[in-house]
């Protein structure tokens, strides 16, 4: 196994994703000459020159509704908004045109494109530069949605990604870009759509996406001291999410908990625990529980955003919850 | 037929423009009876007498360059070249429309023929068709991109951003403002505090205005245009003015329009007039009339006998791939 960054990971899925298709471009603010905010696309302009790795003016609806009309005339364009929280500049491009061209033009044309983009908190960038808005995306027919956990994930997912014919808004957590994981020695696409189980476990199932695995595997280290066995699920597309891995969990576990950064409300975990209730009734043996973050803005000073963002106590509180040990 | 005081290229093309201003004008004078009569559901945004600049303006083209058009995008669609079958079954709901019944008069599209779509949202096709023309320029084909809009996407800020981007790249991008003299149901000039003539200048982007009225203007002005766009000249805007007969859509009771509005002239008539003084006679225009309306009737009858659009068939198609939600 190697090691690699998680931000490594995601440029080595770009560069190699170019190297393999002439017709994938970057394009986005500052991610030629300057090479990303996050440092993500440094490299590649040198590597594939500036017809292919291209800096934008700051114009998040043009360069979003222009990576719709390049992804139909024949390229495959990867964007990157610089924060998340940018992303509702590109809301139109994004819900009305990318996500309903195959389905309103009657199955003549796909979408082909990629909208990278860094949500999530822990570096007070305060309540414009830190928001999950995964859900909205989420939300809407035709997107498809991907959070990757782990510099591993983040390569294959982001393989898969630019590889799908469809729009795929793919969402990276910027706590995790400097983090090292292991990856392996020959590096491919991961298919869109499935979980993965990082944790066996008997029971409690718990659901998380994105930079909150490792809370919810610091949770299962802490737990297992007291013989609670949690099994934990890496989500890694949250749609569409692999509702089959997810139930077959909860058929052994009977417990479900579902984990993410993003405030709890009409969210990711809301949809879960919805479906859940209807196809895995015959399983549950308790409530499932949420833990994600108040509903309130992101805040910026340091000691609020710590208690903000979920962590491995609250997953633990969560599952003495959902076991009914409170 | 020789026509006299003209090539007969010329005479030719006239011709052709002339057929193309019927074939819009009376699918959607028919569209305006379907629709009154209750068998095209939804809303239907009726361009008569705007039909000059779409069919100047594709005579230009190539049938491998886009465009990305408007809710009021028929006349862009027909000229350039959408089956009047599949548009017709499109409008009616049916299986066998351009989309399949899942767009309608708001969302006609041909990707056959680079035809990205007409479009709901003011102003979205815009940055549709910079994106494409970065595609073309990228790919090195020698392809341009159309952007058409009105007045009110004047008010849009992606007019900003795409024009400063397009002209930022030189993108192979002509922008087409159809100038009707509306945003929706209020005068531009309540709405719009400057000039597109300015506008340009400040972006750097070549510029032109004629009478959107008269086919023979738009098409040299366009012809002018694409090709300086073609040799490289970065994007350039075409301005036509025009007039909107019906109202901002059909149903519109039009209060806000004034009666003293001046009559407008009629692309068709302009036609008729540049194709008399090139000495084509009545006979052969009705000829053309002839023909153009039994292609129409002939298309709908086909449109009304096809199946409806299918649900199971929508269902399917919202992703391409079948790693795909409840399309499973």
Redesign the interface.
């Known amino acids: 196994m190697a090691q690699l960054r998680y931000g490594a990971a995601i440029s080595q899925a770009l560069a190699d994703a170019m190297e393999a298709d002439p017709t994938v ?1 970057i394009m986005g603010e500052d991610i030629a000459g300057a090479g990303g905010s996050f440092g993500i696309t440094r490299g590649l302009l040198d590597k594939f020159g500036p ?2 790795v ?1 800096d ?2 700051i ?1 998040e ?15 495959k ?1 990867v964007l990157e908004i610089m924060f998340m929280d940018f992303t509702t500049l590109a809301m ?2 994004m819900v ?2 990318a996500a309903k ?10 979408v082909p494109m990629v909208l990278r983009t860094p949500h999530g908190g822990g570096v007070s960038a305060g309540p414009q530069h830190s928001q999950c808005l995964e859900a909205w995306f989420a939300h809407v ?2 997107l ?1 949605v991907v959070c990757p956990s782990s510099p591993a994930n983040a390569y294959g997912l982001l393989r898969a990604a630019i590889a ?3 729009p795929v808004v793919f969402v990276e957590h910027k706590g995790l870009y400097g983090q090292r994981g292991e990856v392996p020695q020959v590096l491919a696409a991961i ?3 499935e979980a993965v189980t990082v944790r066996a476990g008997d029971h409690v199932t718990v659901v998380a996406y994105g930079a909150v695995v490792a809370i919810a595997m610091q949770a299962a280290e802490h737990l297992a001291s007291e013989a609670i066995s949690l099994e934990v699920i890496d989500l890694q597309t949250i ?2 999410w692999d509702e089959a891995a997810v139930l077959a969990s909860l058929a052994k576990t009977g417990h479900l908990v579902v984990v993410h950064e993003a405030v709890e409300q009409f969210g990711v975990g809301a949809e879960i625990a919805a479906r859940m209730a209807d196809v895995g009734f015959a399983h549950l043996k308790g409530p499932i529980v949420r833990v994600g973050a108040p509903f309130m803005p992101v805040p910026f000073s340091a000691e609020l955003e710590m208690q903000y963002r979920p962590s491995a106590a609250r997953v633990v509180a969560a599952v003495r919850k959902a076991l009914g040990k409170e | 037929m020789p026509i006299t005081g003209t090539s007969e290229n010329e005479g030719a093309a006239l011709l052709r423009h002339y057929e193309q201003l019927l074939v819009i004008r009376r699918c959607e004078e028919r569209l305006q009876r379907l629709f009154a009569e209750g068998e095209v559901p939804g809303f239907i945004h009726l361009g008569i007498g705007q039909e000059a600049i779409s069919v100047g303006v594709m005579s230009a083209l190539q049938p491998a360059d ?1 465009l ?1 058009s408007t809710h009021r995008g028929h006349g862009h669609a027909l000229a350039k070249g959408m089956p009047l079958e599949g548009f017709f079954a499109e409008l009616l709901a049916r299986d066998t ?7 309608g008069s708001m ?1 006609v ?4 023929i680079g035809m ?2 007409a ?3 003011v102003g ?1 096709g ?11 320029k ?2 090195g084909n020698g392809q341009i ?1 159309v952007s058409f809009f009105g007045d009110g996407a004047l008010a849009e ?2 007019l900003h ?2 024009g ?2 397009a002209s ?1 790249m030189k993108l192979p991008l002509l922008l087409v403002c159809e100038a009707n003299g509306w945003s929706e149901f209020s005068p531009a000039s309540s709405q719009i505090a400057f000039n597109l003539a300015k506008w340009s200048a400040a972006y750097g982007i070549i510029y032109r205005k004629v009478d959107g009225n008269d086919v023979v203007a738009v098409a040299e002005a366009a012809a002018a245009l694409t090709e300086a766009i073609r040799s490289g000249g970065g994007p350039a805007l075409l301005t036509c003015t025009t007039h909107r007969w019906r109202g901002h859509f059909e149903g519109d009771a039009q209060k806000y329009r004034n009666a003293d509005e001046p009559e407008p002239r009629d692309p068709t008539v302009v036609a008729e007039e540049h194709l008399a003084a090139a000495g084509v006679g009545a006979q052969r225009l009705a000829q053309i009339a002839a023909r153009v309306e039994s292609e129409i009737e002939d298309a709908i009858t086909k449109a009304r006998a096809a199946p409806p659009a299918r649900f199971d068939a ?1 269902l399917a ?5 079948a ?3 409840e399309a ?1």
């Not at chain 1, 043009?62 to 024949?74: D, F, N």
């Not at chain 1, 061209?101 to 003549?108: L, S, T, V």
């Not at chain 2, 198609?317 to 791939?321: A, E, H, K, N, Q």
């Open positions: 471009i017809g292919r291209i934008t003016p114009s609806a043009a360069i979003a509704g222009m990576a719709v009309g390049a992804a139909m005339s024949g390229l364009p139109d491009a009305n045109q061209a195959r389905f309103m033009f009657g199955a003549q044309v796909s027919p035709g498809k799908d014919p469809d298919p869109l759509g749609q569409p | 886009t990305a429309g351009v989309c399949r019944g899942r767009g969302h599209a041909d990707m056959s990205l779509g479009n709901g949202i979205a815009l940055s549709i068709a910079t994106g494409s023309a970065l595609a073309h990228l790919k991109a800020g992606l951003e795409c400063n981007i930022l929508a198609d919202v992703y391409t791939s790693s795909s939600g499973l």
